[in-house]
T-cell receptor, first 116, second 115 residues
Framework: DAGVIQSPRHEVTEMGQEVTLRCKPISGHNSLFWYRQTMMRGLELLIYFNNNVPIDDSGMPEDRFSAKMPNASFSTLKIQPSEPRDSAVYFC??????????????FGPGTRLTVL | GENVEQHPSTLSVQEGDSAVIKCTYSDSASNYFPWYKQELGKGPQLIIDIRSNVGEKKDQRIAVTLNKTAKHFSLHITETQPEDSAVYFCAASNAGGTSYGKLTFGQGTILTVHP
């Protein structure tokens, strides 16, 4: 398996523009997690899905952020409009197992977002 | 919710020395404690984990200890090598609840091993 795939790897955009980050989880995994990593705040969980259903989006910082998982093999994280403080590395991770299990999360390589 | 504190934020050792990273957690319901290693430009990767019914676990040069009473757990790396240089994250989870594997991460420790 190729592992978790994220695109793009790097994104530079201007303030006010819409940004869409994409994630393909490992085939067969049933949980998907979106994280944001910054020097100041570390690794923050934004939202996670189980069997394509959003379970907890309490980490989503503002209404400007939204995430979808239309099927088991694809998820998007959208920021509209983007702001300079959204600059960070965004990771997607997936895992397999029963709900609440001791399941390893496999992380993608991340998308480095820079908002000018 | 769960809060995980990790110390130190940076750690510098000589090759061959041992390194210890410590974490504390707040939620007594947490029962799963993984450690992740993040190399430059990559996503975090699981290196070892421990469940609350175990006090210690070893895997070659790395070991993790857990003190449930004190709510703290530690990562021990012996005979460090330059390739151990990375950022290490501890995490906690209430596996078996309704968390679907949700992890709360510590702030990370930048480990530098000098040749």
């Amino acid at each position: 398996d190729a592992g978790v795939i994220q695109s793009p790897r790097h994104e530079v955009t201007e303030m006010g523009q819409e940004v869409t980050l994409r994630c393909k989880p490992i085939s067969g995994h049933n949980s998907l997690f979106w994280y944001r990593q910054t020097m100041m705040r570390g690794l923050e969980l934004l939202i996670y899905f189980n069997n394509n259903v959003p379970i907890d989006d309490s980490g989503m910082p503002e209404d400007r952020f939204s995430a979808k998982m239309p099927n088991a093999s694809f998820s998007t994280l959208k920021i509209q409009p983007s702001e300079p403080r959204d600059s960070a590395v965004y990771f997607c991770a997936s895992s397999f197992g029963p709900s609440g299990g001791y399941n390893e999360q496999f992380f993608g390589p991340g998308t480095r977002l820079t908002v000018l | 919710g769960e809060n995980v504190e990790q110390h130190p934020s940076t750690l510098s050792v000589q090759e061959g020395d041992s390194a210890v990273i410590k974490c504390t957690y707040s939620d007594s319901a947490s029962n799963y404690f993984p450690w992740y290693k993040q190399e430059l430009g990559k996503g975090p990767q699981l290196i070892i984990d421990i469940r609350s019914n175990v006090g210690e676990k070893k895997d070659q040069r790395i070991a993790v200890t857990l003190n449930k009473t004190a709510k703290h757990f530690s990562l021990h790396i012996t005979e460090t090598q330059p390739e151990d240089s990375a950022v290490y994250f501890c995490a906690a989870s209430n596996a078996g609840g309704t968390s679907y594997g949700k992890l709360t991460f510590g702030q990370g420790t930048i480990l530098t091993v000098h040749p």
